[in-house]
């Protein structure tokens, strides 16, 4: 068991990876909080369609999604709208196979959709998920009303839009002999006999050269002989695999879902214990409502996690989204807001893993 008990934060494809180390490692990862997640970008494809508006990634204040458009909040106080329509071409291509919008494999679930401006919707899922909430409730560091029916209602209707539309595409790509091994049903026993004949190159062959990769870094953390090294594009691997090591195919969020964490798209919103509409009374630097610095807050302030897996923002590239482990909360704060691209969010992970060795 490790001694590290670790919240992180991730989109749903983040998440369903840190079930997955949880299922098939000793994983130090304790608490998910999961965000919702329609789409997601390329930072150097975001960078070009910004020069196209003639803004550079620096001159964003803070980035927002809805009603059809990609909303820039400029430094200057100006307002840029990019039409979705427009920024598709950007969205990165695995994002067309997902067919999850509110990380259904997450203790918490926290998004926008549905609720008022400031505030978050937060769905409760585990009976982890549930005991956390109620404490943030209790020791005021959250407030909590019901969800109306008709906020549910648009909730439960984009995600399966979403699932729809992504399932679409799916049956195409499949048609194409290009596979989407995670959405396909197995047993357990199967799924086993297939990880145990399978590594690295059936990773590279079944995801990472067919665009499913959500360069998410499981892979390369799960990796025991560190062959894999993961930079913006793709993992690469270099060297040669023991025989009896299947870990990066087993871990992978895109090769198959064990049948404890499948959902078969029929719940938009997958299993839940609750839906509440949720506001800070503690925080307000975040996205929406600034939810999850917030419950980051509360795990720390009350020693139920030693560290917090968060994604922020580097200094010298505006923007661009790098993972890191920490027990401080001041940085927690600082890494509030959506950046919309990827990073491989296990990195930080790996010394974590090296210090049990
Ligand atoms: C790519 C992306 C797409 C999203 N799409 C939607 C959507 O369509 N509808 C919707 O309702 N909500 C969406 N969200 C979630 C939403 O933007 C907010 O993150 C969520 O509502 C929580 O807000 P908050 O104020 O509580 O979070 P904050 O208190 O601001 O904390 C945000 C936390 O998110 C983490 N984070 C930021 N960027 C990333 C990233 N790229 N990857 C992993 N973690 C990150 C940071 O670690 C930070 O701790 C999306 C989020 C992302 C990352
Ligand atoms: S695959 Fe794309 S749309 Fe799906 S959860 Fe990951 S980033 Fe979001
Ligand atoms: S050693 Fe194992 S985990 Fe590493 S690349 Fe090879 S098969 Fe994957
Ligand atoms: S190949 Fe590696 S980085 Fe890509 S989705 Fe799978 S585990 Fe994540």
């Known amino acids: 068991m490790s001694e590290h008990r670790i919240a992180m934060v991730g989109t749903p494809c983040e998440i369903m990876a840190a079930s997955k180390l949880q299922h098939y490692t000793d ?16 930072y150097k494809y975001f960078e070009n369609l910004l020069k196209e508006y003639g803004l550079t990634m620096n001159d964003i204040e803070k980035f927002r999604i809805e009603k059809g458009f990609v909303f820039l909040f400029l430094k200057n106080k100006e307002t840029v709208k990019i039409p979705l329509s427009v920024a598709k071409r950007i969205i990165r291509k695995n994002c067309n196979i997902c067919v999850e919008l509110t990380s259904e494999t997450s203790d918490i679930s926290i998004g926008s959709i549905g609720s008022d401006d400031g505030w978050s919707t937060l769905i409760i899922r585990t009976e ?26 648009l909730l439960y209707r984009i995600a399966e839009t979403k699932i729809n539309k992504n399932l679409e595409y799916i049956e195409k790509r499949e048609f194409f002999a290009r596979p989407v091994l995670y959405q396909r049903e ?72 064990p049948e404890a964490l499948r959902n078969d798209n029929s ?23 600034s939810i999850v610095t917030t419950l980051l807050d509360y795990l720390l302030s009350n020693d139920i996690i030693t560290e917090a897996l968060i994604v922020d ?22 890494s509030g807001g959506t950046k919309y691209s990827v990073c491989p969010v296990f990195k930080p992970l790996r010394d974590i893993k090296e210090e049990g060795k």
């Open 186 to 257: 197995k047993s357990d026993d199967l799924i086993n006999k297939e990880i145990s004949e399978s590594n690295f190159m059936d990773l590279k062959s079944n995801v990472i050269d067919v665009g499913a990769c959500v360069l998410c870094g499981a892979c390369e953390y799960a990796c025991g002989d560190n062959l894999i090294t993961i930079d913006d594009t793709k993992p690469r691997m270099k060297g040669n695999c023991p025989e009896d090591c299947h870990a990066c195919f087993a871990v992978c969020p895109r090769t198959f879902i």
């Open 128 to 153: 982890k998920g549930e005991e956390i909430v109620n404490g943030a409730i209790d020791e005021k560091f959250i407030e909590a009303k019901e969800l109306e029916e008709s906020q549910f209602e």
């Open 313 to 334: 923002k580097e200094d010298l590239l505006a923007w661009k989204p790098y993972a890191k482990i920490t027990n401080d909360i001041d940085e927690v704060v600082k």
């Open 27 to 42: 994983s130090p990862i304790d608490v998910k909080l999961g965000l919702f997640c329609m789409e997601n970008f390329s």
């Open 267 to 289: 719940k938009a919103l997958g299993d839940f214990i609750k839906v509440l509409s949720v506001k800070s009374l503690r925080h307000t630097q975040g996205q929406d409502g």
